[in-house]
């Protein structure tokens, strides 16, 4: 499977970006997939997950309300629509795809598919 993430780019500090992630090769409707980040200089974070049928989300605790991950199996897509977006946002995001349905208890583990990332960019 690959995974390609796209709808990176500059916005203001208080604006929003949808992130897309299409995944080829392969279907990911019956994995979890999620969003990591890393920003210069730190280690890879990890943003937010979603279950392979989108009944359960699991976020960042420097993410919460302002981000939300969702799917489209149909479409073999997962989206992160990026509100109240903050300079320290600033990382490149990437997509992931899990092993399994649900990601492992520390949601970090897991993945067995890494997407190449796109660059978020957010002004003060």
């Known amino acids: 499977v690959q995974l390609q993430a796209s709808g990176g780019g500059l916005v203001q500090a208080g604006g929003s970006l949808r992130l897309s992630c299409a995944a080829s090769?392969?279907?990911?409707?019956?994995?979890?997939m999620g969003w990591f980040r890393q920003a210069p200089g730190k280690e890879r974070e990890f943003v937010a997950a979603?279950?392979?049928?989108?009944?359960?989300?699991y976020y960042g605790d420097s993410v919460k309300g302002r981000f939300t991950i969702s799917r489209d199996n149909a479409k073999n897509t997962v989206y992160l629509q990026m509100n109240s977006l903050k300079p320290e946002d600033t990382a490149v995001y990437s997509c992931a795809a899990y092993e399994q349905a649900y990601p492992g208890t520390g949601l970090v583990e897991g993945v067995q598919y890494w997407g190449q990332g796109t660059l978020v960019t957010v002004s003060s």
């Open positions: 979603i279950g392979w049928n989108g009944g359960i989300t």
């Open positions: 090769g392969g279907t990911i409707s019956s994995v979890a």
